[in-house]
């Protein structure tokens, strides 16, 4: 239910932000302003009244934090490479679909500020909460760890629509569960998160 409510919510939003006439900075801002909120909204309920300890929502060793830290930044150059070897086989264009939602040429700068908060910061977060936090938790408890490591990726990946998108977000949707098996909490995961997203948005404005 998680994932319908995801996908169904993305899709909604998205559709009635594209009958509205917006200029291209204003239709970047509702998708990721709306994408943000409902997400965020999702994983507030999804854990309204539960035992957030058993959601993996709990702190976590620095030593943990570390490691996450390192699999965002060996994943993301991963995940890029299976996103872009996917639009290969596929015939399509190597650049990432994505990039329209994260490079606005001549967008002021409070405007990739907030992008960039959104992108990095917040959505990771919502995230985090609702796949590797209440789904992978769910998962785990009837059929064990390893099938919430593969479901919650399987359902995190197809959440992003575009196939090659899929892919990539898959694999480090494996690597972010493990994480979370391994340590118990989500806060690595959320780091590694942070910084895959991170060092793409530096990538994009600064490369």
């Not at 709306?34 to 507030?44: F, H």
């Not at 977060?125 to 059929?143: K, N, P």
């Given at each position: 239910m998680v994932t319908v409510g995801c996908i169904a919510g993305l899709l909604i939003g998205g559709v009635l932000?594209?009958?509205?006439?917006?200029g291209a900075k204003a239709h970047v801002l509702c998708v990721l302003g709306?994408?943000?909120?409902?997400?965020?909204?999702?994983?507030?309920i999804s854990v309204?009244?539960?035992c957030l300890e058993a959601r993996g929502l709990k702190t976590s060793s620095m030593t943990h934090l570390g490691i996450g830290l390192l699999v965002g930044v060996v994943g993301m150059p991963v995940a890029s490479g299976v996103a872009g070897a996917v639009r290969e086989l596929l015939g399509r264009a190597p650049e990432n679909p994505q990039l329209a939602y994260i490079l606005i040429e001549g967008a002021p700068i409070w405007m990739t500020a907030l992008i960039g908060l959104l992108v990095v910061i917040v959505q990771p977060?919502?995230?985090?909460?609702?796949?590797?936090?209440?789904?992978?938790?769910?998962?785990?408890?009837?059929?064990g760890s390893r099938v919430a490591i593969v479901g919650s990726a399987v359902l995190f990946g197809a959440m992003h629509?575009?196939?090659s998108v899929v892919a990539g977000t898959m694999a480090l949707g494996m690597a972010f569960g493990l994480l979370r098996a391994r340590t118990g909490?989500?806060?690595?995961a959320y780091i590694a998160h942070v910084a895959n997203n991170g060092i793409a948005?530096?990538?994009?404005h600064l490369g």
């Open positions: 932000i594209a009958s509205l006439d917006l709306w994408s943000s909120l409902w997400l965020s909204t999702l994983a507030y309204r009244g539960e977060l919502a995230e985090e909460i609702l796949f590797r936090g209440t789904l992978f938790s769910s998962i785990q408890e009837v059929w629509g575009e196939l909490s989500i806060m690595p948005f530096l990538i994009i």
